[in-house]
């Protein structure tokens, strides 16, 4: 190889790994609680994440991450909550439904517990919609 196109050759190599470094770096700000390009919510953890549910007492998760209005709302699986304030600019907590009540379009069916499971919760602002954290839902009255 020639001294040209072996420099050229290094010169692209690094190139490369210095935009690797940049992505790797932007990312890992994001996970930390750096701000969405967007402005929307950005989660970065639940606490606890895994939420027992069946004995119908009022349990709390609490949500940290940035992004946050002053009320925001929920989407935990196909239910939505809405008007759940913030407790600061990085945390908000909320009580976790025991039922469906806040599922849209229920009609006017009776309450139903919910089910146990791994459920989806996103935080929606005047900013736009989070990424999506996972929580584990336990209901040990289900019906077997």
Known sequence: MSDDRLRSW??????VSALAAITL????????????PSGAPLLTRLAPERVDISGGAVVELTVFGTGFDSLNTVHLGRLVV???RRLNDSTMRFAVPTD?????????????PL????????????????NTLRVMLVNSREAR
């Open 10 to 15: 290094h010169r692209a190599r690094f190139t």
């Open 25 to 36: 770096l932007a990312a890992c700000r994001a996970r930390a609680g750096g701000a969405s």
């Open 82 to 84: 809405p008007a759940v």
């Open 100 to 112: 469906d009540r806040f599922l849209l379009n229920r009609g006017g069916a009776p309450l139903a």
């Open 115 to 130: 089910t146990g499971g791994m459920y989806d919760l996103r935080i929606e602002s005047t900013k736009g919609m989070s």
